[in-house]
Structures are given as structure tokens and as C-alpha cells.
């Protein structure tokens, strides 16, 4: 339940969130502006002592003659004028009480009566008769305007047809009359909050403070509101995948693994900051686990839970604990290198061979990953190293004329050849993340950015390996099933298979757009020709250059009719997949359809 | 550690101290938007079309009204029921202004306003089909009209919305239209208001220090929305 309120308060705060923070805001300008202000009692003069009506007056009853018709007559004063005042319906008409003839409101008069209003420093305009003004809205006849020039910027403005005062509006109104039309969402009118806008963001927003109470109530604990060192200590032992013990830290005792993790200086992967909603932070925990919590079972397979994985930001240290963190060490070193060959394998596939400072141990396997570190930098677009080949590629591109990346990021690149087939270089293979074309705001990835800008001898830093995506050690026939850049691991894969002399049947199918974007192409033909039990198939999307040797199609359809369809033992055979989501979405999909068990699909995962 | 980390603790954190104030603002935010505010006001429940006056009615003349009320500052003719009737306010030293009404006719003072003549005036106003179940004299304003001037008399109807109808004995005006829809407005103005006593202060403490965090709470929100939905790995 709680993930789904997650990923439900995530959705509607995307939706809602904006104007959540206009409420918010507007509501605070609202409560700190005086009220007595807005309502225009600054310079508002009090009014007139009532005095005695005059006895030498008509009767009001005798208004209804000149009036014709009214449902109300009443008296009042205009200045030092006796008045009457005929209510018709919503028309309003003012009499003389002394002569009985109709009063007209001139410009002169709608002066004095303004100046006897105001009780400001301000001198008065000159009157301006207005059909209608949004600044008293509500009254829907004629008024006369008249602006004071004091501070405020004063504006009296007065019933054309009574002379009453309508309204004192001032700079403070105006200013809070901005931040009711916002809280209320009515734009045009200011008035009406009972518009479908307003109603539905707030279903909305109610929709987002529901969840995230259920949310609150779900993601404390008691044990956070005691301080940290009233808490008893704890002991965490982390150990290395392969059982060797790597470090032993102190935590108070409710930390989260990944809180105690961070602050002893080991940063799990994590994006979303300890939230339960990336699912990066998985550590295994020795010994018989805590049972798995939802957040634990959105994001982790069912049999990782079963050996004991578990999301650290998720598992209370209540007592000393023993957890298996992969990638172990690497996580708190940095490795240096130097880049010691950069070659465009395609226009936007680059091949960054990196000489580490200390040689790589055993943990570099084939399918493994680095954490590049891309530092921040502001550089000009043409730092970017292009081809003359590939100039035609780039110059299709829109790229802003400086590329920049403002805080230090880390980005994650698979090993591309085995170690020991590189005499202990690191080969890693980048694709160019342009970012949305057609818009400028989602400027090129910053990794990609910062690789393609590498030249031989440039210093690179880096974390890792990392990653559980590995062969596993046995002789079933292998089908591996690729695109995109995640050619990498499955080519560091094979050619780690075939040196080994392995002698099942391995399949390889890699899906391009057209065969210029496909790396590795003559490589893995002649691997085909020198090794009998190793096939290579190239599929790609787009027709126009398909001749016989190549097919045509999506990847996962070709694999299927040619390979998968008729194969006599379907389910002995274990797959390895990487690519783009929807490549490796859909041929997820096809192996459960065709009944291939979970646990012979080994994929690794790149979002993007 | 990394920013995402901070803004969900921040977030978390600053909900738990405005967390509750945030649905209470949505619940009443909600409400108010959704019921029309011509039903809030209760226009659908009364109507106040008055009759026009009559130019030959037979009058008492303005110098005869003076005579018999001194101290008249404000003279207002109007209908009340079937016949006309001078609203006259009076100044008397060391009192406050008193409106009285006096037969237009015969000069006599009819307020203040004797039950049966409010009840005709209920009658008249309310538009629904229920029947009164109760007329009182109310001397202590209840927290619904506790802005008009008492003493008034208080209608009440047998209608599902529990409607009151409150009326000036002095002038025979329909204060106050009062019924449950307009009571759950009021009661949940207090609470997105944050004026618990009066219910009208908007310039309040509390209600300042309450947006204020609720404005931190909903930026470290929207800060948070950015690191939500970031991607996990790119190759």
C-alpha cells in the first residue's frame, strides 16, 4: 500500500505541486498583509456625526413623483445637501430634498465628495468616470475614479449614481488582490472560487495531503524522535559479496542502514535520498532477514528477498547487524586513470580506454560498472571531439553553445572488454545522450558531455566495479539479446566466454537503428567465423540498407522467429539482456511468454 | 550526503510539524470551492423582493413625524408586509442610535416588532416548503450572528438544513440566513483561517507562522519532485 501512495503523492505533486506552492505562498502574503490596509481604513475619513434632519424638507413620499417608481426611499446627505435616495430594483436614483429634482454626480461634485472621504496627505486627480472596473467589480454601474497622489497610491471611487464611497483602494489592495487571484485560480474575473479550476487542483492537492499523511504516519519512527547519542550504539559489519569482512562502523541504534552507512562515509547508489522509491540502495544481510517490508517487494525480485536482499534506507538497525553490500570496498575508494585511447566507434557510440592507476583485481568481471565521476565544468560545444566522418551526425544536432553541469555527479558506464584481454585497461563504450531535440530546456547528459570531451592523457576518477550482472558459471547454451549501448557488457561477456574456450552454443542478437550506428560490427563477424559455436546476428530497425546478410526488424521479434520459435530446448538455455527500457521491456515480455523461468534471464538494467 | 537526502528529511520533518494544518487547509480549501457560494449565502432560501410603494397612499406629513420623534437623523420609507412604514433612526445623548419603525399612516410605533408580525415576515421571505418549529427572542448573540446588533428575533425552520432566519425587531430586516451548509463554511473557515475564537482574523500568529512553514514544506516539496523522478543508470 504505502509504495502505491508513494509513487501517488510523487504523481500529484508533479501535477499539483506549483500551485501548491502559490497556496502556500499567497496564503502566507495574504496573513502578513494588515487587513486594515487592504481594506482601505488608512485614509478613510470617519464619517460625518449624524445630524438632525432638516424640518423644511419635502416628505420622502413626495420623491415618488419625481421617481415615477421605488421600493425604498431614504434620506441621506450629499456634503451639507439633504438628500433622498429611490431604490428601484437595482437602479438607484438621488433626489434633492429640499427642490425634489434628480441630483447629477459631475466631476466637481465627485471631487469634494472623494476629498471629504480621505483623511490622507494625498492631493486628488481629476475624476475619471469608468463604465466598469475590475477594482470594484461587484458594482455593476457607473463610478467615478479618483486617484490620490500620496504613497499608497490612493484611489477613491464612488457610485456615479449615489455619490456614495465604494471603495478606498490602495497599493496594498493591489498587491493582495494579485494573491487572492492566485489563491482562488479565478484569472479573469478575481471573484468566483467556485471555478472547475480551482475545484479540481483542489481535489487534487487534497488527494496529495491525504497520501502524505498516510505517508507521514508510514515513514516515521518512533525511535527518530530520540537524539542520536541518548540511542544505544550498534555495530554494523559490512562484508564484500564474496564474504570477506571489509569494515566494521558504529551507529546509533534505529539508523537506518543507509543512514548509517552514509555517516561513516559510504554512500549506498542511491537518487531518490533514502526514500524507498529508487530501489538503488540494496544491501544483503547475513543471517535470517527481517521480513520484507512493500518497498522492499516493489523494488527487489522475489528471489533476491529470498537470499536477503533488502533496501538499506528500509532495514532499522535495532541490533548489531552483519549486511553484504555489492560492490563492497569500491564504495568508499576512488580510483584515478588515465585515458589512454578515445575512438568514435559510431557517431554517437565512443570507445574511452582508461589505464587505472592501480592495476584491476579480479573484481572487474565482465558485466560489472564504473561511477564515473564527472566533475562540474562550463564548456564551450565545440570542446566536444568530433570526427570529420561523423561531422554530417553532429551538425543534424541542436546543441546549445555551452554545455555545463553545475554540481559534481557521478554516472554509470559498463566494462566493455575483459580485463585480461586488455592487458588491464578499462574499456568503457559512452553513447551521446543528446537530450530532448525539440525542446532546449533538457540540455545533452552530463555524462556523455564530459566523456566526449576526453582526450588521451586526461585524468578520469572513478568508483567500483559495481553491479551483479555476471555469466554464471555453467555450459548451458547462452542467448544473449542486445541494443544501444548495451552492447558493452554483453561483448565484454562473449569475448570473455570465447577466451575461456567455452564450448556451448552462444548466441548473439544486437539490435541497431541502421548499420552506422552499429559498433562492432566487423568484431563480431569474425569472432563468428573463428569461433563454430558462436553465431552473430545484427538486426536492424530501419529498411533502407538491409541487404541478404542482414535482417530487419525489432531485435526481440527477429531472435524470436529465427531462433526462439523452433527451438527444441527453450528452457535450457540462459539469457543474457541489455538495452534500451522498451528493447528490454519487450523481450522480458517474450521470454515470460514463452515460459522461460525468471531466474534464467539475467538483464542488466540501464533506465535510459 | 546528497541533496535528495536533505530534502526528503526536510520534507518529512517539516510535515510532521504542518502535515495535519496542510489537509485541514485542503479539506476547507475544498469545501468552499465546491459548494457555490449563492448557496453559502443562502440566496436560494429567501428572497427579499419588496413590494413598490404606492404614490396616493395617505401619509402622515414629514413635519407631524419630526413633531411627534425628535432628534430624527435618518428617515427611510419602505413597505413592511401590507403597509408602509417610516424606519426612523433617533439620536439621543448618551445613548446609541435607535431605529424604530412608525406606521406610515397613522404615526403610531409599531416596533418593537411583536412575534406574529416576524412571523408573517419569515413566511414571506423563506421559499422552502417546511414549517417554522420555533420563534425566539434572542438577547446574546449566538457565534452564527455574532456580529449583528441584539436583541433579534430567531426563526427557525423544520428543514433538513436546519434554517434560522434572524430578524431586527426595530426594523423588521432579515439579518442573518443561516443553515447547516453555511455553518460547516463557517466552521471550516476557522480552521483554514486559523482564527479559532473569532473566526475572522486573518492577520493572526498563528496563521502567519503556520504559512510560513507551510510555504518551506511545500518548496522542499517541489525540490523533492526534482530528485523523484531522476533516472537510475545511463550507459
Redesign the interface.
Known amino acids: 500500500m504505502t509504495p502505491w501512495m508513494r509513487w501517488l503523492h510523487k504523481w500529484v505533486g508533479l501535477l499539483i505541486g506549483l500551485q501548491f506552492v502559490l497556496w502556500m505562498a499567497s496564503g502566507l502574503m495574504m496573513g502578513l498583509l494588515p487587513h486594515d490596509k487592504v481594506q482601505g481604513h488608512e485614509f478613510r475619513a470617519h464619517a460625518p456625526a449624524p445630524r438632525a434632519w432638516p424640518a423644511d424638507v419635502l416628505a420622502a413620499g413626495e420623491v415618488l413623483k419625481q421617481a415615477g417608481s421605488a421600493q425604498v426611499i431614504v434620506s441621506g446627505w450629499l456634503l451639507d445637501r439633504p438628500v433622498y435616495q429611490a431604490l428601484d430594483g437595482k437602479r438607484q436614483r438621488l433626489f434633492d430634498a429640499r427642490t425634489g429634482r434628480a441630483v447629477v454626480i459631475d466631476r466637481e461634485l465627485a471631487r469634494a465628495l472623494a476629498v471629504a472621504s480621505y483623511s490622507g496627505p494625498g492631493k486628488p486627480q481629476t475624476p475619471i468616470l469608468l463604465d466598469w472596473t475590475q477594482e470594484v467589480r461587484d458594482h455593476q454601474a457607473r463610478s467615478w475614479r479618483v486617484d490620490f497622489d500620496d504613497a499608497q497610491d490612493t484611489t477613491v471611487y464612488l457610485s456615479a449614481q449615489t455619490g456614495e464611497v465604494l471603495e478606498h483602494r490602495n497599493s496594498t489592495w493591489r498587491l493582495f488582490d494579485v494573491f487572492w487571484m492566485l489563491h482562488i485560480m479565478d484569472y479573469a474575473n478575481r471573484s468566483n472560487f467556485n471555478n472547475p479550476l480551482v475545484i479540481g487542483a483542489g481535489i487534487g492537492g487534497l488527494w496529495l495531503a491525504l497520501t502524505g499523511v498516510w505517508l507521514l504516519v508510514a515513514s516515521f519512527h518512533l525511535r527518530e524522535f530520540v537524539p542520536q547519542r541518548w540511542r544505544r550504539a550498534r555495530e554494523l559489519t559490512v562484508y564484500a559479496p564474496n564474504g570477506s569482512k571489509l569494515r566494521t562502523v558504529k551507529a546509533a541504534a534505529g539508523d537506518s542502514v543507509y543512514v548509517a552507512l552514509a555517516r561513516n562515509g559510504l554512500q549506498l547508489p542511491s537518487n531518490c535520498g533514502g526514500g524507498q522509491s529508487c530501489g538503488l540502495c540494496e544491501v544483503r544481510y547475513r543471517g535470517v532477514p527481517p521480513a520484507p517490508t512493500a518497498a522492499d517487494r516493489a523494488h527487489l525480485s522475489e528471489s533476491k528477498l529470498k537470499i536477503g536482499h533488502r533496501l538499506a534506507c528500509n532495514l532499522p538497525l535495532d541490533a548489531d547487524m552483519e549486511v553484504e553490500v555489492a560492490g563492497g570496498a569500491s564504495l568508499w575508494t576512488e580510483h584515478e586513470a588515465t585515458v589512454e585511447r578515445v575512438s568514435a566507434v559510431t557517431p554517437f557510440l565512443r570507445e574511452i580506454v582508461l589505464k587505472p592507476a592501480q592495476p584491476p583485481g579480479p573484481e572487474y568481471q565482465p558485466g560489472a560498472y564504473l561511477q564515473v565521476h564527472v566533475p562540474d565544468y562550463e564548456l564551450p560545444c565545440d570542446r566536444i571531439v568530433r570526427p570529420d566522418e561523423h561531422h554530417g551526425d553532429w551538425a543534424a544536432l541542436d546543441l546549445p553553445d555551452t554545455l555545463s553541469n553545475r554540481e559534481a555527479v557521478r554516472r554509470s558506464y559498463s566494462l566493455s572488454l575483459p580485463i585480461d584481454a586488455t592487458d588491464g585497461r578499462l574499456t568503457l563504450l559512452a553513447r551521446f545522450s543528446p537530450g530532448r531535440q525539440d525542446r532546449k530546456r533538457q540540455p545533452p547528459g552530463k555524462g556523455s558531455t564530459y566523456l566526449y570531451t576526453l582526450q588521451p592523457g586526461d585524468r578520469v576518477n572513478f568508483s567500483g566495479p559495481f553491479g551483479d550482472f555476471a555469466i554464471r558459471p555453467n555450459a548451458r547454451e547462452k542467448v544473449f539479446i542486445g541494443g544501444g549501448a548495451g552492447m558493452a557488457p554483453l561483448r565484454a561477456m562473449i569475448h570473455s566466454l570465447l577466451s575461456q574456450g567455452a564450448q556451448e552454443r552462444i548466441h548473439y542478437w544486437y539490435g541497431a537503428r541502421v548499420l552506422r550506428d552499429a559498433p562492432y560490427v566487423d568484431e563480431m563477424a569474425s569472432l563468428a567465423q573463428r569461433n563454430a559455436n558462436f553465431s552473430w546476428h545484427l538486426v536492424l530497425s530501419e529498411a533502407a540498407e538491409c541487404d541478404d546478410a542482414l535482417v530487419r526488424g525489432l531485435v526481440h521479434e527477429a531472435a524470436h522467429d529465427r531462433l526462439l520459435k523452433d527451438h527444441p530446448a527453450l528452457l535450457d538455455c540462459d539469457f543474457y539482456l541489455c538495452g534500451p527500457p522498451a528493447m528490454l521491456a519487450a523481450t522480458r515480455q517474450l521470454l515470460h511468454r514463452l515460459g522461460v523461468p525468471d531466474e534464467q534471464v539475467a538483464f542488466d538494467d540501464f533506465k535510459i | ?9 526536510a520534507h ?1 520533518w517539516i ?2 510539524i504542518v ?2 494544518q ?2 485541514l ?3 476547507s ?2 469545501y ?6 449563492e448557496i453559502i449565502h443562502g440566496d436560494h432560501l429567501a428572497h427579499a423582493h ?4 404606492a ?1 396616493a ?1 395617505p ?1 402622515i ?3 407631524a ?2 413633531d411627534r420623534y425628535p ?9 413592511l408586509l401590507d403597509q408602509e412604514v ?1 424606519e426612523i ?1 433617533q ?1 439621543k445623548i448618551g445613548q446609541d ?1 435607535q431605529a424604530s419603525l412608525i406606521d ?1 399612516r397613522s404615526g403610531a410605533k409599531i416596533t418593537p416588532l411583536e412575534r406574529a408580525t416576524v412571523v408573517a415576515l419569515a413566511r414571506k421571505a423563506y421559499q422552502g416548503e417546511a414549517e417554522i418549529i420555533g420563534v425566539e427572542w434572542v438577547t446574546k448573540a449566538p457565534q452564527e450572528v455574532a456580529k449583528r446588533p441584539v436583541p433579534m428575533w430567531a426563526v427557525r425552520f423544520a428543514d433538513s438544513g436546519a434554517t434560522t432566519f434572524y430578524f431586527s425587531p426595530d426594523t423588521g430586516d432579515l439579518l442573518a440566513r443561516r443553515h447547516s451548509l453555511w455553518r460547516w463554511f463557517d466552521f471550516l473557515w476557522m480552521f483554514h ?1 486559523m482564527d479559532y475564537q473569532e473566526r475572522s ?4 500568529t498563528l ?2 507562522i503556520a ?2 512553514v ?2 518551506l ?3 522542499s ?2 525540490w ?2 526534482f ?9
Open positions: 550526503m546528497k541533496p535528495a537526502f536533505w530534502a526528503r528529511r518529512k510535515g510532521l502535515g495535519v496542510a489537509l487547509w485542503m479539506i480549501g475544498v468552499m470551492t465546491v459548494v457555490p457560494l419588496n413590494q413598490s410603494l404614490a397612499t401619509r406629513g414629514q413635519a413625524l419630526l432628534n430624527i437623523t435618518s428617515i427611510k420609507l419602505k413597505r417610516y433612526k439620536e442610535k406610515a483561517i482574523d486573518v492577520n493572526n496563521l502567519r504559512a510560513s507551510g510555504l514544506f511545500a518548496l516539496g517541489a523533492l519532485v530528485y523523484s523522478f531522476r533516472w537510475r543508470r545511463t550507459a
